[in-house]
Structures are given as C-alpha cells and as structure tokens.
C-alpha cells in the first residue's frame, strides 16, 4: 500500500500557493500551522515561521481565511495544527465548526491530552515516553490516524532518524489498526525512506518550512525527493 506524505506549512499569505507546490510535488496531505505565541511542541525553525506569521497578521480568524483559500487550490486533506489555548480562546466547537466549514479534514491540537475535549474530532499524537494506556485511549479516539512523534523534544530537523521510533511503533501496532504516521526530526529522503519502512506515513514540518522559504518551486523539488524516498 502506497505511503503517506504529509507537509506541514504555517499560515500566511503564501501558504496557499506553498500547499499547491507541495501537493504538485507528491504530498498526500498538508497541515497548515495556526501560529502561536507560545508553541511548546515548536523547536526553532517553526518557532520562528509561527513569529513572522504572527507579525503579519495572521490571527485565528486570518488563519482560517488561509486555510479556505488553500482549499480552493487541492483536493488534498488539510489539517490545522494549533493550541489549545487559541481553541480556548476561539470557542471548541465553533472553531471546529468554522475549520470544517474552510475545508479542513480533521485537527490537531498539539497540547491538548487525548482524555480531554473527547467530543472534538481530531488526530491525537503519541510520543516515546507516552504509557501504554496512553497509547491506548489515543489510538481509540483518534481521527483516522495516529501521529507519532519520533522523539522527546520539539519539531526540528535531526541528523539520524529517531532510533525510540522503532519501540514506538512496536507498542502502537500492537494496540490498534489506525494508520501510524511518524513526524517530528524527519528531513531528509533517508529519514523518510527509513521510516517509511516501518509506518504507514511520515510528517515533514521543519525542513519544509526552510525550504518554502525559497519559493514554491523549491518546495516542490524537495517534496518530490522525499515522495521517491517514501515510495522506494
């Protein structure tokens, strides 16, 4: 079965035409970051993206604006990832109402624990130091699949990939049939290709961050190595 290969990008005004050169490039799904001032899970990269995009004015309203505009340009799922805190602000359920209404397929909320909110549809994450009942009520409430991130630590390109992967998704498989998608410190091909062995999607953020900074078909060139990586 194909892999998955999914892009994050933050909010903001190129975001739209960045998601167009990603899914031209091979990915199957792009999450669109919703900044905040405060982005705990974030390393340096997208700290950084998150500021910019702040500093231009995307707000939560701004960023949903953004993500029905990167709707009309792929038919891709589209995946806010944002805080709880903004949602607490927001309103739970009208947030999730007016994500759905621009388009988006589902959320992430990177601090938000699976136990909580269980009436808001959303992907939840794991990590490697998440117990095995942890593991368990994720993989139950998740939406259509379960995000695993490959290290303890915040986003950000890594030299090797994450040698507590492996572990992880031992325990995950063995407490559900939800897709595995891995995500966090995966940048380059060999990362992808190496996790792509043992899941059943991976995650690129940071990397394709930096590399959209250089223009749509940049972006598209890079997305397009990590799509023959994973498909190898």
Do not use: N
């Not at 990603?22 to 998150?50: K, N, Q």
């Not at 040698?163 to 992880?168: F, H, T």
């Not at 078909?217 to 890079?222: D, F, G, K, P, Q």
């Amino acid at each position: 079965m194909p892999k998955t290969l999914a892009i994050y990008l933050m909010a903001g005004r190129e975001a739209p035409a960045l998601a167009e050169a990603a899914v031209a490039g091979g990915a199957d799904l792009v999450e669109i970051g919703f900044p905040f001032s405060d982005p705990l899970a974030d390393g340096p990269v997208i700290r950084l993206a998150g500021e910019r995009a702040l500093v231009e004015g995307m707000r939560t309203r701004q960023c949903l604006e953004c993500l029905a505009e990167t709707r009309e340009r792929v038919d891709v799922p589209l995946i806010p990832m944002t805080y709880a805190s903004l949602l607490d602000a927001y309103g739970y359920e009208q947030f999730a109402a007016d994500a759905e209404a621009a388009g988006a397929t589902s959320l992430i909320v990177a601090d938000l624990p699976a136990d909580e909110r269980p009436e808001l549809r959303r992907v939840q994450l794991v990590a490697p130091t998440s117990t095995d009942e942890r593991v368990r009520l994720a993989a139950e409430t998740t939406d259509g699949w379960l995000y695993l991130v490959t290290l303890t630590g915040t986003t950000g390109a890594r030299r090797e990939l994450s040698p507590a992967l492996a572990a992880l998704v031992e325990r995950a498989r063995a407490a559900t049939e939800v897709p595995l998608y891995a995500g966090f410190g995966i940048s380059t091909p060999d990362h992808a290709r190496a996790a792509a062995e043992i899941v059943d999607g991976i995650v690129v953020g940071s990397r394709a961050v930096e590399v959209a900074e250089r223009g749509p078909r940049a972006l598209t060139e890079y997305v397009r190595s990590l799509r023959a990586a994973v498909d190898a």
